[in-house]
């Protein structure tokens, strides 16, 4: 893929992987499974707005620091009875072109030319559920790209404002900043990772 330059003209470097390259090098992965985090990785299944799936299977990847402060919310939650709800990690650049095809607008989907943090592996979409894994209230459902998914939208009901809010809270402790448009997107900012192009294999 080489090198993509973004309008303000900040380099965008890329790496991409090579034909056989399985690991994702300089990430880590987090265990879902094994931390009991409910797996809802979108964009794996067809269930998602592009109905397609993109990946090729459900596994999220990280930088080591976003991955770590990742099971710190986890662990913050656990405390509390609740369990992370895992819709997205780290996003390949390519697929990043693909989604902003389809959707257009960078409230919603950060330009490929700049790139998300998503596709620097330091980035997540996530959401609660309670013990048994049901889904906790947010009002509104992941990925809806209307007004409805501002944090701050006033026409809500007092348990979805809350469950926001706790969320909110809960990845601001481990490390994460939040992002207005989207209740389920937090930023992992504490340095500034290159995008990429990796695309993860399912055998290893
Ligand atoms: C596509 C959506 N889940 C998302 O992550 N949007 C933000 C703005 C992004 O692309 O970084
Ligand atoms: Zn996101």
Redesign the pocket.
């Known amino acids: 893929m080489g090198l993509l330059f973004s309008s303000q003209d900040r380099q965008l470097k890329i790496v991409n992987n090579q034909p056989g390259d399985s690991l994702l090098v300089g990430f880590k992965e987090v265990n879902m499974d094994s931390l009991n985090m409910l797996n809802r990785m ?1 964009y794996a299944d067809t269930a998602n ?1 592009m109905h397609q799936k993109v990946y090729p299977c459900a596994r999220c990847f990280l930088r080591p620091e976003a991955a770590q402060a990742l099971e710190k919310a986890n662990e913050i939650a656990q405390d509390k009875g609740y369990r992370m709800v895992v ?2 990690c780290y ?1 390949p650049i390519t697929i ?1 072109y693909k ?2 095809e389809i ?1 257009g607008n ?5 330009r490929p030319t700049k790139g ?4 620097r592996g330091a ?1 997540v ?1 996530v959401s609660l559920s309670d013990e048994n894994g049901n889904l906790l209230d947010m009002g509104g459902a ?2 809806d ?1 209307s007004e409805v998914s501002h944090y701050s939208y006033s026409n809500l009901n007092k348990e979805a404002k809350a469950n926001r809010k706790l969320l909110r809270n809960i990845m601001v402790r481990a490390g994460f900043i939040p ?1 207005e ?2 209740w ?2 937090f ?1 992992f900012k504490q340095k500034r990772y290159p995008a990429s192009g990796l695309v993860w294999s399912c055998n290893d």
């Open positions: 979108a707005f819709y997205d996003r990043q989604m902003f959707v960078p409230e919603w989907v950060a998300s943090n998503h596709n980035a979409d992941f990925d790209f992002y448009s989207e389920w997107h930023d």
